[in-house]
């Protein structure tokens, strides 16, 4: 029995000692795969590290393209170089060891018409699912590339050599109704310096690192390395250089103030059917939210138009306040206008991408239907009529009704983004009377009736005792 345990033991021991070994000579194949930084083996073929740009837009925006003789601008700052003094690892940062670092950069890219013709253009989508952004991405040229070519620009010999990296803002000329936020990341760049076999002085690693606090928003703020190795154009994002810089474009259409020909939103009212009553108001309730990649809270202008122009006094149409018949509304609040046959209100400085709502409070004398033009599935407007004979409904409209599933969206152009409400009249009468108002009317005049009974008694009486 001891010798059939002895044996037993062995072979387990065995068997796990060829499972320790083989373990062994995996990891260091699986680090080498999952690693998060750029290597090279030699003078000829040295660590090489790229810059993602990414460009971020509104759905229905056009992606913009890099003014000529401009681009965006990438800097580095020397830190020092990275030395061990005994068991410590400092950061040496002395003039005398930054003047002997070689400076990089500045990189630079710009987005031209060749790159957006072929180029992938990734979708952001909300919880919903629908795509309310775009972006475009694309990598620099490698940063260590002038080093590189000089191969031995490397004064202080081998060792770690720190820079910094952020892009430069507004350097990219926008128009008046354009607007860009820049990228607020910061990185630490570490570039490992070795001896190739002749003596030359080469580019071993590159290791990037996130500076805390400035994170790219792609990160979503996370912290920690990042790999910066060039990737495959045309891949996922992840695939791509991690090194990544985040802008986002945006725009307004219309052209501003009270400009009635170039409006981005345009919302009109018609009351039409026998017995319409032309001066009858209708009540609208109107929000708009900016689109989602903007972070800073927006406020939009608005004024309205009848059949005889630019309408300055609101009184019946609007409860606010509204300088010469403009109205300022925030993104996201809703805008309240009682509207009559021949109404529009107009919008003329909407982002590209911005949501709209639009609805109209019911009245069961006439039928709702609204015509809208934008962010249709297909090219034809969508059409709808309101819920006559159910009473629940309050209100007609965008998003309350359920088959109208949108993505309510404003594309860019002007002039192109209207909804038309059309109220038709029912249950008028050819003699002008409402059968609605048929009760009260019978009411009155058997009240009429009894009061002129009334009278002719009374003058009966009087006739008798004059006689």
Wanted: aromatic share 10%; proline share 5%.
């Amino acid at each position: 029995m001891t010798k059939i345990r002895n044996n037993t033991f062995k072979m387990l021991t065995s068997i796990a000692l060829v499972m320790i070994m083989s373990f062994s000579m995996i990891l260091p194949g699986l680090a080498e795969e999952f690693k998060e930084w750029s290597s090279g083996t030699g003078k000829d073929n040295p660590a090489k590290a790229v810059i993602t740009k990414i460009l971020k837009v509104p759905v229905g925006t056009t992606m913009p393209l890099t003014p000529a003789g401009e681009s965006f601008k990438f800097e580095f700052t020397k830190l020092g170089m990275v030395v061990n003094s005994g068991t410590t690892t400092i950061l040496e940062n002395s003039d005398l060891v930054k003047s002997k670092m070689p400076s990089l950069g500045p990189i630079t890219l710009a987005f031209e018409a060749a790159d957006l013709v072929n180029a992938r253009i990734y979708n952001i989508a909300n919880a919903q699912g629908d795509v309310y952004a775009h972006y475009v991405a694309k990598q620099t040229g490698d940063i260590l590339a002038s080093i590189n070519e000089a191969n031995n620009w490397w004064d202080h010999g081998a060792g770690i050599y720190k820079y910094r990296l952020e892009e430069t803002s507004e350097t990219i000329t926008l128009k008046a109704n354009e607007k860009m936020s820049f990228s607020t990341a910061w990185y630490d760049i570490e570039v490992w310096v070795e001896t190739d076999e002749d003596g030359t002085l080469f580019a071993k690693h590159i290791v990037a690192w996130i500076v805390e606090d400035h994170e790219d928003e792609y990160y979503e703020g996370d912290e920690g390395k990042v790999d910066p190795k060039p990737g495959e154009v045309g891949k996922n994002i992840e695939f791509l250089s991690q090194l990544i810089f985040t802008n986002k474009y945006w725009k307004t259409d219309g052209g501003g103030g009270f400009d009635v020909e170039n409006a981005s939103l345009r919302i009109a009212k018609t009351t039409t059917g026998l017995g319409a009553q032309p001066d009858k108001r209708f009540v609208f309730n109107i929000t708009v939210y900016q689109p989602e990649i903007i972070d800073d809270p927006q406020e939009y202008r608005a004024f309205v138009v009848d059949n005889y122009g630019i309408v300055t006094d609101l009184t019946d149409i609007y409860s606010g306040t509204a300088p010469g018949g403009l109205i300022t509304v925030k993104s996201g609040e809703t805008l309240t206008v009682n509207l009559k046959d021949g109404d529009k209100v107009i919008f003329n400085d909407l982002h590209v991408g911005a949501t709209v709502e639009v609805e109209e409070e019911r009245d069961d004398n006439y039928v709702q239907k609204y015509r809208r033009t934008f962010s249709t599935p297909t090219s034809d407007p969508f059409e709808a009529t309101g819920p006559v004979s159910d009473s629940s409904w309050s209100a007609w409209g965008f998003p309350r009704n359920p088959g109208d599933l949108g993505p309510h969206f404003l594309p860019e152009g002007k002039n192109v983004n209207i909804v038309q409400y059309t109220n038709t009249r029912q249950n008028a009468t050819p003699t002008g009377l409402d059968v609605d108002d048929l009760p009260y009317i019978v009411m009155i005049g058997l009240a009429v009736v009894g009061l002129i009974g009334f009278a002719i008694v009374k003058a009966r009486k009087k006739t008798e005792f004059d006689v």
